[in-house]
């Protein structure tokens, strides 16, 4: 493990988080208040080596198998929804699936990923959904990340997340979610609750691997 840790948790900022395992040569530490797992910040890829990463992602919107891993956070959180309403593919990737299955049922949605789709004038919007689709893990501040993202969806808008929970049934060491280098953030429920009781956001879906958020502070 690391000599110089972390001094606080990156999303709830509590101080001195506890050495949590260290899995060839990447540190991981774990926060008592909010439940989160995350790598040490000194060991993130860079952005060159994450880009790499990305783009050996296979995100193609044609692929049946992949439409149908999608719906499986799109299907609750547009459960519903008119297709009147307006969404956002937070962290849309190098193929960005979501804007173009939604756009084939009327759903009008906006991509954005800062390799990718880095417009930021998208973020100067409001939208009735945002979909954050294994984007979570990624995020080196999710603190900033789901206050900005909060603070585009309108009021009674729905956030939905898809991630990985960090299991219990086996080791974290041996978890196949961990092997990516650009995965360095880890939830399970009991973070997803602390998140949406500080935030003021309601639960309406929390089951492995989906949480839908309706936003009710905007």
């Known amino acids: 493990m690391c000599q110089n840790p972390p001094k606080a948790c990156i999303l709830c900022c509590y101080e001195d988080p506890s050495p949590f395992v260290s899995v060839k040569g990447r540190d991981y530490f774990h926060c008592e208040v909010c439940d989160l797992v995350f790598l040490h910040p000194s060991q993130r890829p860079n952005p060159e080596e994450e880009l790499k990463e990305y783009q050996q992602h296979n995100n ?4 049946p198998g992949y439409r149908r891993h999608l719906r499986k956070l ?5 459960d519903g929804l008119p297709v009147s309403v307006k969404g956002l593919d937070f962290g849309a990737g190098p193929g960005p699936a979501i804007s173009a299955m939604l756009g084939e049922q009327g759903f009008e949605v906006a991509n954005y990923d800062p390799y990718f789709s880095p417009d930021k004038g998208v973020l100067l919007k409001r939208y009735d959904f ?19 993202i909060g603070s585009l ?29 650009s995965h360095v953030t880890f939830y399970n429920e009991t973070t997803f609750c602390w998140l949406a009781e500080t935030q003021g956001w309601s639960i ?13 502070n905007s």
Request: glycine fraction near 4%; hydrophobic fraction near 40%.
């Open 60 to 63: 193609d919107p044609c692929d």
């Open 74 to 78: 799109t299907d609750p959180l547009l």
């Open 130 to 148: 945002i979909c954050c689709s294994e984007v979570a893990e990624h995020f080196y501040q999710p603190a900033e990340a789901f206050d900005l």
């Open 153 to 181: 969806l309108a009021w009674g808008g729905r956030l939905g997340v898809m991630t990985q929970f960090r299991p219990k049934e086996i080791e974290f060491a041996d978890w196949y979610y961990i092997k990516q280098s």
């Open 204 to 216: 309406k879906h929390l089951k492995d691997p989906i949480v839908i958020f309706e936003i009710l």
